[in-house]
């Protein structure tokens, strides 16, 4: 059964820090992947996803990601945080058909000046 | 242009009563999704619509849920003899086409009393 784990529910980090969160996937095939962004009172944004080519994805806001296949992980980063990148983190996995779309259970980023 | 909408925002309603949740997807998305998101949780797919093919319903928790699709557009959920433990925000998400990004509405926080 596919699933997707994300190892840290939260994570601080100081603002012009670098940032990774971790994401592994299990899936049998191969995945799509996707990061999706929930900032505080707002609605769920995709920030970059994967499904084939370039294992090293751009993504919006300055976020990218990359897949490797032989550590089932899309790890997500952006070399310097900005306190508006606050907001909860999710990774998800859906099957080649694309339509059910399995989310981890999210990683809450916290920004300090 | 319209996003994904929701309605209501909110809904509280007492223990052992039926709700209907409405969602209404951007116009021309073939796929509709809805998922569950409860406190501090990721998010939990529920059912998927796409097009005219029977709906992917393997994530509703039990047979009190129920969703349909008129006209291939807009989507009720329905919770029959509400339980507490069903007070969450219910998301409902859209899109082109299988694989694509997912277009989340605002969601619909429902509190069970």
Do not use: M
């Not at chain 1, 099957?95 to 990683?107: L, Q, S, V």
């Not at chain 2, 997807?25 to 569950?36: D, K, M, N, V």
């Amino acid at each position: 059964a596919q699933s997707v784990t994300q190892p840290d529910i939260h994570i601080t980090v100081s603002e012009g820090a670098s940032l990774e969160l971790r994401c592994n996937y299990s899936y049998g095939a191969t995945p799509y992947l996707f990061w999706y962004v929930q900032s505080p009172g707002q609605g769920l944004q995709l920030l970059l996803k994967y499904f084939s080519g370039d294992t090293l994805v751009q993504g919006i806001k300055g976020f990218e990601a990359e897949f490797k296949r032989s550590q089932s992980s899309f790890n997500l980063r952006k070399p310097s945080v900005h306190w508006s990148d606050a907001a909860e983190y999710f990774c998800a996995v859906s099957n080649t058909g694309g339509f059910k779309t399995i989310f981890g259970a999210g990683t809450r980023l916290f920004v300090k000046a | 242009g319209a996003g994904v909408s929701q309605s209501p925002s909110n809904k509280v309603t007492e223990k052992g009563k039926d709700v209907e949740l409405r969602c209404d997807p951007i116009s021309g998305h073939t796929a509709l999704y809805w998922y569950r998101q409860s406190l501090g949780q990721g998010l939990e797919f529920l059912i998927y619509f796409q097009g005219n093919s029977a709906p992917d319903k393997s994530g509703l928790p039990s047979d009190r849920f129920s969703a349909e699709r008129t006209g291939g557009s807009v989507s009720t959920l329905t919770i029959q003899r509400t339980q507490q433990e069903d007070s969450a925000v219910y998301l409902c998400a859209s899109s082109l086409e299988q694989g694509n990004e997912q277009f989340f509405g605002p969601g619909t926080r429902l509190t069970v009393l």
